[in-house]
């Protein structure tokens, strides 16, 4: 069935997109400080790009956020333990995406996922069989599947590793559900209700 064979592709795709991007990762001085590490894609899911970010740099971006913050005589001021809460798991934020070899780590998830799209827009039948959501949950249920069993091999093969946060991220999604389900998916119960606090999926 041509809808399997491409669940399995993007699965497969999705596995060493992030096997290679954890790769990639553990080979900087500051890997250990790594808080979370996504894959992105927009609410149609059409393609990808990754994302990481350390503690160093999630801490040195909630400073500027608090800095650029108007001072207000009326109102309570922010503190940086309220904007860490709020704004520490936004991947579109991140700042680690190595701009040689970031897109070159997921070139082949990212031609699964248009040869995929393509063959959907062109073919009628499976457009009436295949609704939209169905198709990209079907999409996102493959990537989870396949990060799931990167991370899960190179927690295996590799130590230490940092206690990370794994996102299948939507950015702006129709449903912020999606995000949160995937991140239970992907993670330890401890770091998904860390990230089930945060402002974003609340």
Request: hydrophobic letters at 40%; one cysteine or more.
């Amino acid at each position: 069935m041509l809808t399997a064979k491409f669940t399995k592709r993007i699965q497969a795709a999705a596995r060493m997109g992030l096997a290679s991007i954890l790769e990639h990762l553990s080979h900087r001085p500051d890997f250990n400080d790594v808080h979370g590490v996504a894959i992105c894609t927009i609410p149609d899911a059409t393609s990808v790009y990754w994302s990481a970010e350390t503690k160093a740099q999630r801490d040195e971006r909630v400073q500027g956020i608090h800095a650029r913050i108007p001072v207000s005589s009326t109102e309570r001021q922010w503190t940086q333990a309220e904007i860490l809460s709020m704004f520490q798991y936004e991947p579109a934020d991140w700042p680690v995406v190595d701009p040689a070899g970031g897109p070159y780590l997921l070139q082949d998830l990212n031609a699964a996922l248009d040869d995929y799209w393509t063959r959907l827009e062109n073919s009628p039948l499976l457009n009436l069989l295949i609704s939209s959501d169905r198709a990209v949950a079907g999409v996102m249920s493959a990537l989870a599947a396949g990060m799931k069993s990167a991370i899960t091999e190179f927690r295996q093969q590799s130590a230490p590793v940092p206690d990370l946060l794994l996102l299948a991220w939507v950015n702006d999604p129709d449903d912020p559900e999606v995000v949160r389900n995937l991140a239970r998916q992907l993670n330890p119960e401890a770091l998904f209700n860390e990230f089930s606090k945060s402002y974003y999926s609340s």
